[in-house]
């Protein structure tokens, strides 16, 4: 490069500091440093309006539509223990179709001792 100025020449230093290596590293840090920083920025912001709305979902959403008092996990443990007892009260009311009851067992052991006697016997 020439500095001179008029008829006197002289050369001049280098006009990016110690070497150009040393701008290209620091500018390259400088960049990579600020994307890093801004972008984690980002991410805590989504984050943070993420649970936020999270939470305002599922407090309307644990809410069965009107109620005050009943949410939705006391409204499963109804349905269940409801489907249990019909469930318990379907088997039993098969098991009592099944064995014949004793006005049926009577009245054949009636018709047995009638047909071998001939007579009733009581």
């Known amino acids: 490069m ?14 990016c500091g110690p070497s150009a290596l040393v701008a290209f590293v620091f500018f390259s840090a400088f960049v990579m440093l600020a994307a890093f920083v801004l972008l984690q920025l980002v991410i805590a912001v989504l984050m943070e309006q993420l649970s936020a ?12 539509p009107g109620a005050k008092i009943l949410n939705k996990s006391v409204f499963h443990r109804m349905y269940r223990r409801l489907r249990f007892n019909s469930a318990r009260k ?18 054949s052991s009636l018709a047995q001792s009638v047909t071998s006697n001939g007579t009733e016997t009581h």
């Open 90 to 107: 379907l088997k039993h009311r098969k098991k009592q179709e099944k064995r014949p009851s004793r006005s049926t067992k009577a009245r």
């Open 2 to 15: 020439d500095c001179g100025v008029g008829e006197y020449e002289k050369e001049c230093a280098s006009t």
């Open 53 to 64: 709305s999270e939470d305002d979902n599922a407090a309307a959403y644990m809410l069965m």
